[in-house]
């Protein structure tokens, strides 16, 4: 190797560790005053435009939606606004529906959907009428859609529910908007749910019983009916996998795996409380789209996947390098237990240690040893599971890969930075949040616009949030 290549790494390297250094994150606190503050729905949005995102804060009980915009300095403590919400009404969600600048907000009720129109990220008072209709809905908690419900885009459909059909309204360049089309619905699945618990109240417990009955819709597609046919040809595989096994012990996920273009499907089932294994089947779709008849391949290590990005959530399966193709990854516990004493000792000791592994894949098999690994420290697990306490998610160096987020404690979440080539990530935790790691809502987005992920944490129990927010280079004096 010649000196002007080391030379050529040690500046990669040196401009990793310098940009690390330069980030900066100025802690935020948000209370939200509220009757039940479990069911606090936040969603963060845009409001006016101005490149930072706003927290819209929808609390159903009080039927009412706070509004908190950012600032340069960060998001303030009270709301800029609080929206009184009419009853019976079903959802909220920011869609572009009137000719006026902005997004507006838009509310489906049983009488149809009404908006309010905004004014710099202000909402005005008045609701004006969108679609008038009778719509049904069932006994349900009022939400954000954040995503568009039933359409294809944000700001060209919207859906209004009858009960056998649902009318898809779309816009014309006048801002008109009529129904375009229909889909009929057909009742797909209906369950019936029953829950014994016991309150205390008084100086005796009183017994308490729910029953329900829970129907699900959905549109008359072929889709539905593909879903299904594959969904019997994965059943069938998993009987074949283990005598006597049901499709429930096995988790099943869609992903493109080996970069053609193509949906493959990825089955996992990870076995022992100790020393776990994890048995992985890899069914890689042909070049027609068909799925083989036989597994492509069956893998078998010891570890656990974790949780790999908000689409897929827990799989072992990420592609890391952007190269297309997918690395299997695994956290195996650093110390082999033999007991369940063992363990017991080591959650004693305020954390347990991993190995974060990867293997790359290249020739095809992900066999053998891994072609990285490095030391991780999480919390000790209360309820047993761990598969969540790492999560590959957010870009908190600027370098346009995701980092590793670590819980590592009740409140405190570590960050392992990512890194080029096939290293992959940094070893040690770069940063550290002071966070409730148990939360409802855990984000990575990046919320001032500055190219740098920002964490978002809404606590699981209460109205409570903690933001952390990228700040500028004070060297540069500009944002990063």
């Known amino acids: 190797m010649s000196w002007a290549h080391v030379s050529s790494v040690l500046l990669l390297l040196s401009v990793d560790v310098t940009l690390a250094a330069a980030v900066e994150f100025k802690q935020q606190t948000i209370v939200i005053p509220s009757d039940q503050g479990w069911w606090l729905s936040s969603h963060l949005t845009d409001i006016d435009g ?174 539905i009916e593909e879903k299904t046919d594959e969904k019997k040809i994965v059943q069938e595989l998993v009987d074949r996998i283990a005598k006597d096994a049901h499709r429930r012990a096995y988790d099943v996920e869609h992903q493109d795996v080996n970069g053609d273009g193509r949906e493959d499907i990825v089955v996992w089932r990870a076995q022992g409380d100790v020393n776990p294994i994890v048995t992985i089947v890899l069914l890689l779709r042909e070049p027609d789209g068909r799925l083989p008849e036989q597994p492509t391949r069956v893998l078998r290590h010891s570890g656990l996947p974790i949780h790999v990005n908000r689409k897929l959530g827990v799989s072992p399966f990420r592609d890391l390098d952007g190269d297309g193709r997918c690395e299997l990854i695994l956290v195996a516990l650093k110390t082999r237990i033999t007991s369940w004493s063992g363990l017991v000792d080591l959650t004693v000791s305020g954390g347990l240690d991993w190995f974060f592994t990867v293997r790359s894949g290249r020739d095809g098999t992900y066999s053998g040893g891994p072609d990285f690994q490095m030391d991780v420290t999480s919390m000790t697990p209360r309820d047993g599971g761990v598969f969540d306490f790492f999560r590959i998610n957010g870009d908190f160096n600027g370098d346009g890969r995701d980092d590793l987020l670590v819980k590592r404690g009740s409140e405190q979440f570590d960050v392992y930075l990512s890194a080029a080539g096939p290293r992959f990530f940094q070893a040690g935790p770069a940063l550290n949040f002071a966070a409730q790691v148990d939360a409802r809502r855990v984000d990575t987005a990046d919320l001032n616009g500055d190219g740098i992920s920002d964490l978002f944490v809404q606590k699981l129990q209460e109205a409570h949030i903690t933001v952390y927010l990228s700040q500028p280079d004070p060297r540069k004096g500009t944002a990063k």
């Not at 600032?71 to 959802?91: E, H, N, Y």
């Not at 129109?117 to 859609?145: C, K, M």
């Not at 009960?163 to 619905?185: F, G, I, M, N, S």
């Open 50 to 223: 101005d490149g930072l995102t706003d927290l819209l804060a929808l609390l159903p009980a009080q039927n009412e939606l706070r509004i908190y915009r950012q600032r340069k300095s960060g998001f303030a403590t009270m709301p800029d606004q609080i929206v009184a919400l009419p009853d019976q009404a079903a959802w909220v969600a920011m869609r572009d529906v009137d000719p006026q600048e902005g997004k507006e907000l838009v509310i489906s009720t049983a009488t149809g959907l009404a908006y309010l129109r905004q004014n710099a990220g202000v909402f005005e008072p008045s609701p004006q009428t969108l679609v008038e209709a009778s719509q049904v809905f069932a006994a349900d908690r009022l939400r954000i859609a954040t995503n568009p419900p039933g359409g294809k885009d944000a700001n060209d459909i919207i859906p209004v529910i009858f009960e056998d059909r649902a009318a898809l309204y779309e816009k014309d360049d006048d801002y008109a908007w009529r129904p375009a089309r229909t889909v009929d619905l057909s009742l797909t699945e209906a369950t019936w749910q029953a829950r014994e618990e016991f309150w205390m109240m008084g100086p005796a417990p009183a017994f308490s019983l729910e029953v329900r009955r829970t129907i699900r819709a959905w549109p008359q597609n072929g889709r």
